[in-house]
């Protein structure tokens, strides 16, 4: 029991600080961003909208998880983790390292966080 509570823990600890960098970022590519060429930019907004839209879906899966510690949830919180630091992660790092490898990473991630929201599909299917 004690095992799950770290987990919620780390959960909302890694929600927090993914909106909290989702919108600082935002604030940053709207305003200091303009420097960057056009494939860059679309490559950014598109990682940084992605995230922003999994840390809501994440912070939900949280939210709920504290109330209904079900394994569902829990695969579809570490689903959605993975799949923010693997998608958005890579495409952020791709655009200022320059390691176009890591780009590879992308894909995967997309899978993953497409398996996070597919989890939930059996949500349903659980025991009360």
Request: include cysteine.
């Amino acid at each position: 029991m004690k095992s799950k509570h770290v987990f919620v823990k780390v959960f909302l600890v890694f929600t927090a600080l993914s909106g909290c960098f989702s919108v600082l970022f935002g604030a940053w590519l709207a305003h200091a961003g303009q420097h960057i060429n056009e494939i860059d930019k679309v490559r950014l907004i598109t990682a940084h909208q992605y995230q922003v839209i999994h840390t809501l879906a994440l912070l939900v899966v949280g939210l709920a998880y504290r109330n209904n510690q079900s394994r569902t949830l829990f695969i579809s919180a570490i689903l959605f983790i993975l799949g923010i630091i693997l998608f958005s992660g890579s495409l952020y790092l791709k655009t200022y390292t320059g390691m176009l490898s890591l780009g590879g990473f992308a894909p995967l991630g997309g899978i993953t966080l497409a398996l996070g929201w597919l989890s939930l599909a059996f949500l349903g299917k659980e025991k009360s």
